[in-house]
């Protein structure tokens, strides 16, 4: 199946700058067409490609769901970290309120 390949206007580069609160100069709108044209032909390219035989997918590895079990493992000493602490509040590091 190949899809007809949709030509970006200046209507569309016009309805695209409403959306998006912009103003373009015409430089920008003539670049802005000839990049989105080039993205529109590469995508429209895909539907030339023969996919007969290929299952779908929602992602490209068959893996689910790999997590390791949650199961705790030693760590640092908390005395040998906070030795470096220049303020601390107990068993944290203490730092400044950033929020009132």
């Given at each position: 199946m190949?899809?007809?390949?949709?030509?970006?206007?200046?209507?569309?580069?016009?309805?695209?700058?409403?959306?998006?609160?912009?103003t373009?100069?015409?430089?920008?709108?003539?670049?802005?067409?000839?990049?989105?044209?080039?993205i529109i032909?590469?995508?429209?390219?895909?539907?030339?490609?023969?996919?007969?035989g290929?299952?779908?997918?929602?992602?490209?590895?068959?893996?689910?769901?790999?997590?390791?079990?949650?199961?705790?493992?030693?760590?640092?000493d908390?005395?040998?970290?906070?030795?470096?602490?220049?303020?601390?509040?107990e068993?944290?590091?203490?730092?400044?309120?950033?929020?009132d």
């Open positions: 190949h899809l007809q390949r949709s030509r970006v206007d200046d209507s569309l580069i016009s309805y695209l700058e409403e959306l998006s609160c912009l373009l100069s015409e430089e920008e709108k003539i670049r802005m067409t000839k990049d989105l044209q080039k032909d590469s995508i429209a390219r895909l539907s030339e490609l023969d996919t007969e290929v299952s779908e997918c929602t992602h490209p590895f068959d893996k689910a769901n790999v997590f390791r079990n949650d199961e705790v493992q030693p760590s640092f908390r005395e040998l970290i906070l030795k470096n602490a220049p303020v601390r509040n068993e944290f590091f203490a730092a400044p309120k950033t929020i």
